[in-house]
């Protein structure tokens, strides 16, 4: 029988908690309470325990958490103990951006293959790197028991390699293109959806603005 | 006085709901029920009408939604019904990336400046971007009205960056840096946080192989 599944709201506060625990202890922070916590991260001190509480007993009362334990508790809930080999399917700039972006090795998911429908495009060349061609993904992935497939292809052809990713046994898919995956229910999917930041954005900047006349007019 | 808030998680929505509308725009779907579009995005399709009633009245008991005039009204609310003059800081392979992203300017976000603080890097010519050096940014935000600001840079520079936008008079920043940006509060700030997204994708990763050992284990 599955564990309580916890939602989906909390899981996602996790790596928040996360990033700035390893921020408190790059700077030498032993020790943090709830409330301290509260003030970083802009979340109530009541909801950073219950969040937690789904996991384990990690504070304690008048003391508060000790960053490193539960920076390293929260990483292995995260599965961030272990390493993982990555292939990125679409070698065009965002492919190329994920590809060098060093925070996701440090991390320990390592970046082993790039593929591309079109691997001979000189611009890969200028690149550096090494990019192969889509026939070669599916053995790639089992000979080197890639568990993470990342997609920044085009919308059109999105599906297709999701396709041969499930096909060849990928776990997890980090998906950039514009567009809903159909994969099977045990496959991981978590999708970027830059232009749903960038509306939000938009949303914003109008709101304030509006809220701005509103103040103006209210002088006049 | 401000208006009733809407809350951010109902906002976030927004751009999901535009984005499928948008698709059966393409398709030639006319009409939607607030049934098809749970069916669509996942969400209820009460939850779908709440949010919706926040900004209007615009479906019909009975007859859904008329796809065509939910779209544009949500794109006004949005924000997407008029073009926005935009700068990116940080020419690297990230920047590149949004420089080249075909559906921002369709949207009606015009990239007219890329700027960073090694404008005469080798890579940025391979690229063809016209990339200007960091001191020329404040002029060029003054003189182009340039309302929204984008930092793709190194964490290290990102706040001196956000500073001048800032003091430049933009309204809003969209931030690519892993770090926590400190602007006014009449300044929108929204922070794509890449890490945490894969961070959540290696939670699920490692929770399902955790539920298929245990189903596995059930069966022995």
Same mark, same amino acid.
């Given at each position: 029988?599955?564990?309580?599944? *916890?939602? #989906? +709201?909390?899981?996602?506060? &996790?790596?928040?908690?996360?990033? /700035?625990?390893?921020?408190?202890?790059?700077? !030498?922070?032993?020790?943090?309470?709830?409330?301290?916590?509260?003030?970083?991260?802009?979340?109530?001190?009541?909801?950073?325990?219950?969040?937690?509480?789904?996991?384990?007993?990690?504070?304690?009362?008048?003391?508060?958490?000790?960053?490193?334990?539960?920076?390293?508790?929260?990483?292995?809930?995260?599965?961030?103990?272990?390493?993982?080999? *990555?292939? #990125? +399917?679409?070698?065009?700039? &965002?492919?190329?951006?994920?590809? /060098?972006?060093?925070?996701?090795?440090?991390? !320990?998911?390592?970046?082993?293959?790039?593929?591309?429908?079109?691997?001979?495009?000189?611009?890969?060349?200028?690149?550096?790197?090494?990019?192969?061609?889509?026939?070669?993904?599916?053995?790639?992935?089992?000979?080197?028991?890639?568990?993470?497939?990342?997609?920044?292809?085009?919308?059109?052809?999105?599906?297709?390699?999701?396709?041969?990713? *499930?096909?060849?046994?990928?776990?997890?898919?980090?998906?950039?293109?514009?567009?809903?995956?159909?994969?099977?229910?045990?496959?991981?999917?978590?999708?970027?959806?830059?232009?749903?930041?960038?509306?939000?954005?938009?949303?914003?900047?109008?709101?304030?603005?509006?809220?701005?006349?509103?103040?103006?007019?209210?002088?006049?």
């Amino acid at each position: 029988m599955a564990k309580n599944e *916890v939602s #989906i +709201t909390v899981i996602r506060r &996790l790596p928040i908690y996360y990033r /700035y625990l390893g921020e408190l202890l790059d700077k !030498g922070v032993n020790r943090i309470s709830s409330q301290e916590l509260s003030n970083l991260t802009g979340y109530t001190a009541s909801q950073i325990r219950q969040d937690l509480n789904n996991f384990g007993g990690f504070g304690q009362q008048g003391y508060g958490y000790n960053v490193e334990e539960l920076y390293n508790e929260l990483g292995k809930i995260l599965g961030l103990d272990r390493e993982y080999n *990555v292939v #990125i +399917t679409g070698a065009g700039n &965002l492919g190329h951006a994920i590809y /060098y972006y060093r925070g996701f090795k440090r991390a !320990g998911f390592n970046i082993i293959g790039v593929f591309d429908i079109n691997p001979d495009n000189t611009r890969h060349a200028k690149r550096n790197m090494d990019v192969r061609p889509l026939d070669e993904l599916e053995d790639f992935i089992k000979e080197n028991k890639v568990e993470i497939g990342i997609i920044t292809t085009s919308k059109e052809i999105a599906q297709e390699v999701a396709d041969i990713y *499930v096909r060849a046994g990928v776990k997890a898919i980090w998906n950039f293109a514009t567009i809903d995956l159909i994969v099977p229910e045990d496959v991981t999917l978590e999708s970027v959806r830059l232009s749903e930041s960038l509306f939000t954005l938009s949303y914003f900047l109008k709101r304030n603005e509006g809220l701005k006349k509103e103040a103006e007019e209210k002088k006049n």
